[in-house]
């Protein structure tokens, strides 16, 4: 037999999806039964020199809250080398969450390392459905100087094994393009001819196959024939043509002598049948043709021969998100992004009150002396990065795991709620309302962006019923009137809470309103005094100009008979027309990959005939509703789409804000169809724009609206693009910004209206087509009944720097929160003012990503990235010296490099930097 063309290095490991098609319950069990097999294995076979846990350390906690008395055992193997964890906490889809989850899945992933000694520093990330173009930078930030994925790039785009990434701020990273096969190849190629003696195309199982079978009769089609008799065969006569077909077929393209075959499947246990091979391998094709190796081990001599032999890499740069003209299964699936939006909105609540509330307000509050709440932060982030999870996050799990993860999302909800209370409580503390009256009732309106703001603020008051309240006026703590809304005034029982009393209540009349927040401090607040009366006079007042149009200063928004709307946006005079239309076409794919009826039946809303009715108008907000019957084929089928129609109701609700440059959309999707994918169109008939500007994980990318005629590769191009905040479309003079709170999938069609496409619901049967699975009784991914959705537009000029779309998508997310607050009975001992701003961040370009206590506790750290192509001078202010500041990277342990240089200037109590290109910045400090 020759010998191979590679040293091929063996990576042995497993891919564990913690919940997919089990809950994560029964998937624990597994990976108990797993485990245990691979510490006794380990015992036993010191030629099996290592397993890779799949970059993941989540695993370790699941395992040891099961088998606490293997600790030891297993921290041993780690610190040998032998098991490799990490660098991830758990494995995201990395395309869908935002920046500062991606740091901090790496840095809780370095913290639960740490507790075993030694963490793999290889940039192993399968399944994330493409990566974001700051990866290089974030993993740079960890000490990690490679990248191996095989989900967005492909031979087309880099025709060699191993190529150089570039970030946009300039990181460099080593990457490694996996084969047709990518984690698996040496599973399907060598282990299962091997063991099983079936090739890579053997899917069947044959009841003649043995092994004894069982499968519980409990009706389910989740229900697994379980094998209880382990897999004992070996067919040496295999081991050589075997391992020479990889070495031909599979390892293509490297530029090294050396090759990559991984030992992997979703699931799969470690077998000593592994060394086995490499044993008998090496006897007949030569010695040390194939070694037992690890992922660092074959990263370090890979980089070494191309630093000693001057190899010559092709550089590739921004984000990965090709897809295959030729392959197996190294897809993008892009289809991925439409799915569950329940989830997905779900998430994007639970990373919005993490990072923009709870963790930024715990720190300032932790800075004014109350105890930081680090075992509640952890366990919110940790919950986070469970949900983040590909196999989470991604929807296409079966019903369980979505429920599971709903679970999560509220749990994450309750604690941050409860983290935030309790720091904003510690601010109302300390603002001194000693001397007012008994019956003086304050509104303190806090506000999370770190830069000020003008803004209309939802709030309630209570009055106690017995007070007979028939009037009342909103000033500020220097007297001067506020302008506000009432919405609704109702009967109600306040709730007091005192750890010393029983729960009391007070009959109230709550009254809903909206005040107008003018100059809210930065990361700050402003206190207003409610004062009741019987003379007051409640300013009226309308934003209704027709009898269904609403307009603001910025904007005129005119409901349609079909229920689109047509805007002006007032400072360009652009008009733009039959806004918010709906389009339908039919889904028969599965969760990872779409497909369509032969017979393509598309259905507008274009013409249908809506209900109109202004369900909210005064001076400050006002609100048109519409609502559509969109008739809808039942289901879709391979050939054509059912001539049974069911009616979809869609109800849409317009609201308009005083000073707003946006209007906000809430649409209330009853689904009643199955097999098909909803969307909402906005045409912009900006004709002039050739690309799309997305909001992604610490960047904004600009992708090609043009999309090549690529129908003959295995996965075709496509304008389905992910998004984590908003997407904007412009001409250079005139744009158009989509932003959303979780609803991630959006296209830009490349036709002259150039609308821009947000998926609301992707509704497809629970099957695995590439499994040939069916799972008949999974029904949550049809995503019956109502879906409550939530968009919003923004028409503007320039481009989207220039209208500060970050900045605007983030006030989006984090509008401002009042707190009702009686007098306290004597001065604070520290007293604030009626109102601060604890941190103001300029300019708006730059973004403010992260305000926490260092991993050591002893400092605070603060994140900011510049999302521009140039360098910005950037300037923190704070209400308080700071000292000892430093520029770090994200791994908190680590200086930052030369060119990021902070100053501190006590003067202004400023800290200044020049902030490079797309730089993430992270700044540790003390104060005073």
């Known amino acids: 037999m020759a010998k191979l063309k590679h040293k091929i290095h063996l990576i042995s490991l497993t891919h564990w999806d913690r919940e997919w098609r089990f809950p994560f319950e029964e998937t624990r069990m597994l990976l108990v039964e797993m485990m245990d097999g691979l510490l006794d294995l380990l015992d036993r076979e010191p030629a099996y020199r290592h397993y890779h846990l799949d970059g993941q350390s989540i695993l370790l906690e699941d395992y040891l809250e099961a088998r606490p008395e293997n600790r030891a055992r297993l921290t041993s193997y780690i610190r040998d080398g032998r098991i490799l964890i990490g660098p991830w906490y758990t494995l995201p889809a990395t395309s869908m969450v935002d920046g500062e989850s991606l740091i901090?899945?790496?840095?809780?992933?370095?913290?639960?390392?740490?507790?075993?000694?030694?963490?793999?520093?290889?940039?192993y990330t399968p399944a994330g459905y493409g990566q974001p173009s700051q990866m290089p930078q974030i993993l740079r930030n960890f000490g990690i100087d490679s990248a191996m994925f095989y989900r967005g790039i492909s031979r087309k785009a880099c025709p060699n094994a191993e190529y150089w990434w570039d970030g946009p701020d300039g990181s460099r990273v080593l990457g490694f393009r996996l084969g047709d096969y990518a984690r698996a190849n040496f599973f399907y190629f060598v282990y299962r001819p091997v063991v099983h003696n079936r090739d890579n195309s053997g899917m069947a199982h044959h009841w003649e196959d043995g092994g004894l079978p069982v499968r519980l009769c409990d009706g389910r089609s989740t229900t697994c024939y379980y094998v209880l008799e382990?897999?004992?065969?070996?067919?040496?006569?295999?081991?050589?043509?075997?391992?020479?077909?990889?070495?031909s077929e599979e390892i293509r393209g490297t530029t090294t002598p050396y090759g990559l075959a991984m030992q992997c499947d979703d699931s799969v246990e470690p077998h000593e049948a592994e060394a086995r091979i490499i044993e008998h391998a090496n006897r007949e094709l030569g010695e040390e043709s194939i070694v037992h190796s690890s992922l660092p081990e074959y990263a370090h001599r890979v980089r070494r021969h191309i630093e000693e032999h001057d190899v010559q890499l092709d550089v590739l740069t921004g984000e990965m998100r090709h897809t295959l003209q030729e392959g197996v299964w190294t897809d993008l699936l892009p289809d991925v992004l439409g799915n569950r939006p329940d989830i997905r909105q779900g998430h994007r609540r639970s990373e919005v009150i993490l990072t923009g509330w709870a963790e930024p307000w715990a720190t300032i509050a932790w800075m004014l002396g109350r105890e930081y709440p680090d075992f509640y932060l952890e366990r919110c982030w940790k919950l986070l990065l469970a949900n983040e999870a590909h196999d989470s996050l991604n929807g296409g799990s079966m019903d369980w795991i979505n429920h599971e993860t709903a679970v999560r999302n509220e749990k994450i909800q309750t604690i941050a709620g409860g983290v935030?209370?309790?720091?904003?409580?510690?601010?109302?503390?300390?603002?001194?309302?000693?001397g007012a009256g008994e019956r003086d009732v304050f509104l303190v309106v806090f506000n999370p962006a770190a830069a000020d703001r003008d803004e209309v603020v939802t709030a309630t008051v209570d009055f106690p019923v017995e007070w007979n309240v028939s009037s009342y006026r909103l000033t500020d703590m220097s007297g001067a009137e506020v302008a506000f809304q009432e919405v609704s005034a109702v009967e109600d029982k306040a709730t007091f809470q005192r750890p010393s009393e029983l729960p009391l209540r007070l009959p109230?009349?709550?009254?809903?309103?909206?005040?107008?927040?003018?100059?809210?401090?930065?990361?700050?607040?402003?206190?207003?005094?409610?004062?009741?009366g019987t003379g007051y006079q409640h300013r009226f007042g309308s934003m209704l100009t027709a009898p269904a149009a609403i307009e603001n200063e910025h904007l005129r928004l005119a409901a349609n008979r079909?229920?689109?709307?047509?805007?002006?946006?007032?400072?360009?005079?652009?008009?733009?027309?039959?806004l918010n239309h709906f389009d339908d076409i039919s889904e028969i794919g599965d969760p990872w990959t779409g497909r369509h009826s032969q017979k393509e039946k598309l259905v507008l809303s274009l013409g249908c005939d809506a209900e109109i009715e202004v369900v909210e108008d005064g001076p400050l907000s006002a609100s048109i509703r519409t609502t559509v019957v969109l008739p809808l084929p039942a289901f879709s089928a391979a050939e054509k789409r059912s001539d049974?129609?069911?009616?979809?109701?869609?109800?849409?609700?317009?609201?308009?804000?005083?000073?707003?440059?946006?209007?906000?959309?809430?649409?209330?999707?009853?689904?009643?169809?199955?097999?098909?994918?909803?969307?909402?169109?906005?045409?912009?008939?900006?004709?002039?724009?050739?690309k799309s500007?997305?909001?992604?994980?610490?960047?904004?990318?600009?992708?090609?609206?043009?999309?090549?005629?690529?129908r003959t590769w295995r996965e075709p191009m496509t304008g389905k693009q992910p998004s984590i905040s908003f997407v904007d479309v412009s001409d250079g003079k005139i744009g158009l910004a989509v932003m959303h709170k979780g609803l991630i999938q959006y296209e830009v069609l490349d036709r002259p209206d150039r609308a821009i496409a947000l998926t609301l619901l992707r509704a497809h049967q629970m099957r695995n087509l590439a499994r040939i699975a069916e799972y008949p009784d999974q029904v949550d991914s049809q995503l019956p009944g109502e879906d409550e959705l939530h968009y919003c537009l923004m028409p503007h000029a320039g481009f989207w720097n220039e209208a500060d779309l970050v900045a605007e998508a983030r006030k989006y997310l984090l509008p401002p929160l009042a707190a009702q607050a009686g007098k306290c009975t004597g001065p604070p001992k520290q007293p604030l003012p009626a109102e601060h701003s604890f941190l103001r961040v300029s300019p708006l370009k730059v973004k403010l990503t992260a305000l926490k206590r260092s991993e050591d506790g002893q400092a605070a750290v603060l994140r900011l990235v510049n999302l521009e192509d140039r360098a910005i001078d950037a300037q923190i202010a704070l209400d308080r010296p700071v000292r000892q500041l430093q520029a770090v990277l994200a791994d908190e342990s680590s200086?930052?490099?030369?060119?990021?240089?902070?100053?501190?200037?006590?003067?202004?109590?400023?800290?200044?930097?020049?902030?490079?290109r797309k730089k993430i910045v992270t700044l540790r400090f003390n104060c005073e």
């Open 104 to 123: 901090r899945n790496f840095l809780v992933g370095a913290k639960v390392c740490a507790e075993f000694g030694r963490r793999m520093d290889v940039g």
């Open 230 to 247: 382990a897999a004992s065969g070996f067919h040496p006569e295999n081991v050589a043509p075997s391992l020479t077909r990889i070495d």
């Open 420 to 434: 935030r209370r309790r720091s904003l409580e510690e601010i109302v503390r300390r603002i001194d309302t000693s």
């Open 508 to 532: 109230v009349v709550r009254h809903a309103i909206y005040l107008q927040g003018d100059r809210l401090p930065a990361m700050g607040y402003r206190v207003y005094r409610v004062e009741a």
């Open 562 to 578: 079909d229920g689109t709307i047509d805007l002006l946006h007032k400072p360009t005079g652009r008009l733009f027309r039959q």
């Open 644 to 690: 049974q129609l069911t009616d979809n109701v869609i109800t849409s609700v317009y609201t308009l804000r005083k000073g707003s440059p946006r209007v906000d959309i809430t649409t209330i999707v009853d689904n009643r169809a199955r097999d098909h994918i909803l969307r909402a169109i906005f045409p912009t008939h900006l004709i002039g724009a050739e």
């Open 693 to 710: 500007y997305a909001e992604t994980a610490h960047d904004v990318v600009a992708r090609d609206i043009h999309v090549p005629d690529t």
């Open 895 to 916: 200086l930052a490099g030369e060119g990021i240089s902070p100053v501190w200037d006590q003067k202004a109590n400023t800290i200044r930097l020049r902030m490079p």
